[in-house]
């Protein structure tokens, strides 16, 4: 079993920039890829950014390309999510997900393991 703890969300203005954490409770975290995902009231969980287990591949929306970057630090069992200007429309709660080896890492249920999910709210 592994446990993902979100932190890093908030309150930030249009054009703002916020970094999110997720830390993993696994000893073999660098097996695991790891993916961010969000979810605004109403809507579906959608797909924002993931990074293959080997850290060498990463993936976005096409809606954060170019605004987004997505990290991981093996040593501190922790992948990042950097989100530069940022719109009203990036507003959603933000969850990682962790899934070992292969899988389809743009899909929710390409993943086994979610976090309770941070926050994020971009005021105009």
């Known amino acids: 079993q592994v446990q993902l703890v979100e932190s890093g969300g908030g309150l930030v203005q249009a054009g703002g920039s916020l970094r999110l954490s997720c830390a993993a409770s696994?000893?073999?975290?660098?097996?695991?890829?790891l993916g961010w995902f969000r979810q605004a009231p109403g809507k579906e969980r959608e797909f924002v950014a993931a990074?293959?287990?080997?850290?060498?591949?990463?993936y976005y929306a096409d809606s954060v390309k170019g605004r987004f970057t997505i990290s991981r630090d093996d040593a501190k069992n922790t992948v990042y999510l950097q989100m530069n200007s940022l719109k009203p429309e990036d507003t959603a709660v933000y969850h990682c997900?962790?899934?070992?080896?292969?899988?389809?890492?743009?899909?929710?249920?390409?993943?086994?393991?979610w976090g309770q999910g941070t926050q994020v709210t971009v005021s105009s």
């Open positions: 696994t000893r073999a975290f660098g097996n695991y890829a």
């Open positions: 990074i293959h287990w080997s850290g060498t591949t990463t």
């Open positions: 997900a962790a899934v070992r080896g292969y899988s389809n890492y743009t899909v929710a249920n390409g993943y086994d393991y």
